[in-house]
């Protein structure tokens, strides 16, 4: 195990009703708040004429930034930026999925910035002294209330690129698994897949003797599978969207990664141009990658990890590595399909024409990945093999 130092600073309000605690944890760290939310959802379960309330009672001042689409653009992260210095905001809330956090974070680190905020996410730019934000929880799928990273689209440019920073955590995040039940069947799948996905990111690392962030990942896993469907087929089941809502915020606050290579991340990055051309949502590009991804690495050098995977996560009991190994990789797309989740690029109407342009723009900083290092040439087959 490597050597690490523990720090996850975000103060989590999870449960029913824990929108009532927000006001003193805002007060700690501002008074004027910029609300950035998303297409209006809040406004049909609830949350907006409840925090409209708790403003109001507390003397809160607040200005709207409604409208932050998936796959968030600079663009609503470039308005956001203007509000805040117009109106003198001293404070960010997002309230809605990881979209919604993640132009939050963006523009909380681009208020103080001299520059156009799009510096952040080439590289040209790094954060200091951000705005403070939060978040109140409506899908679990990207883990972002309980990180400093965020993924910003940029339409012009065709290209979708991480950013991120410690400060950027959010101080605290509400998570009341209540405000999850309308999420429809597709997005509710998806989470599922992102969540999914991020504990594998974390899992497959050439690392060894990591043995309690490789059992914590696999029980993460083991929720998502549980807990999946039964999300989908019973969308108010408490249980059910409590667990995957604190599984998505464990799979990627950091927990399971310490003490060992930070992830591999290679799909998510590939998955990144997918979206940022054919703007498809994150999860169901993940699900239609990742088991491709699987294949594709897997050699005898790092098949004792998949077979680990498959021992204990799905049960193979075979007990040759490399056979394991493949049968673990098969249950993991039955998986995804059992959540109706996409298994080709042609399933969500993309071919081949990007391919090479998609391939070139994940390498465009060198290779990635950390179990194997893919180059163009190899996103390029990847993504052949997702046809």
Request: glycine letters at 8%; a negative charge.
């Amino acid at each position: 195990m490597r050597n690490f130092n523990y720090s996850i600073p975000t103060t989590i309000l999870f449960g029913k009703n824990k929108i009532e605690e927000i006001i003193p944890e805002i007060k700690k760290y501002g008074s004027r708040v910029l609300l950035c939310y998303g297409g209006g959802s809040i406004k049909k379960i609830g949350i907006y004429d409840k925090l409209l309330a708790l403003f109001k009672e507390n003397s809160v001042y607040f200005v709207e930034l409604a409208g932050i689409k998936p796959n968030p653009r600079v663009s609503s992260v470039r308005e956001g930026i203007a509000l805040c210095r117009e109106h003198k905001l001293d404070f960010i809330l997002a309230v809605g999925g990881g979209s919604v956090i993640d132009a939050s974070k963006a523009i909380a680190a681009g208020v103080p910035y001299e520059g156009d905020v799009w510096d952040f996410m080439i590289g040209k730019a790094t954060v200091v002294d951000p705005l403070p934000l939060a978040s109140v929880l409506t899908l679990a799928a990207t883990g972002s209330e309980m990180n400093g990273s965020a993924v910003i689209s940029n339409d012009e440019t065709q290209d979708k690129r991480p950013m991120g920073d410690p400060a950027l955590r959010p101080v605290f995040s509400v998570l009341d698994p209540e405000y999850t039940y309308s999420v429809n069947k597709w997005h509710s799948a998806a989470g599922t897949t992102d969540i999914m996905s991020h504990i594998f990111e974390a899992y497959f690392t050439p690392d060894s003797g990591v043995l309690v962030q490789d059992l914590m990942s696999e029980a993460l896993m083991s929720v998502c599978i549980k807990y999946g469907r039964q999300a989908i087929d019973e969308p108010k089941n408490y249980e059910a969207r409590a667990n995957l809502m604190w599984a998505g915020t464990l799979a990627i606050n950091g927990l399971i990664s310490y003490g060992k290579i930070p992830g591999d991340w290679a799909t998510h990055m590939i998955e990144h141009e997918v979206s940022a051309i054919y703007d498809l949502t994150h999860g169901a590009g993940l699900a239609i990658l990742f088991p491709v991804w699987m294949d594709y690495v897997l050699d005898a050098d790092n098949a004792w990890r998949f077979a680990q995977m498959a021992r204990n996560v799905w049960g193979v009991k075979l007990a040759d590595d490399m056979a394991a190994a493949k049968a673990g990789i098969g249950e993991v797309g039955k998986f995804f399909k059992s959540l109706d989740m996409p298994s080709t690029l042609k399933d969500v109407n993309i071919d081949g024409t990007h391919i090479s342009v998609m391939a070139e723009k994940a390498t465009i900083f060198g290779p990635v990945g950390s179990l194997k290092k893919l180059y163009s040439k190899d996103i390029e087959e990847i993504l052949k093999r997702a046809l």
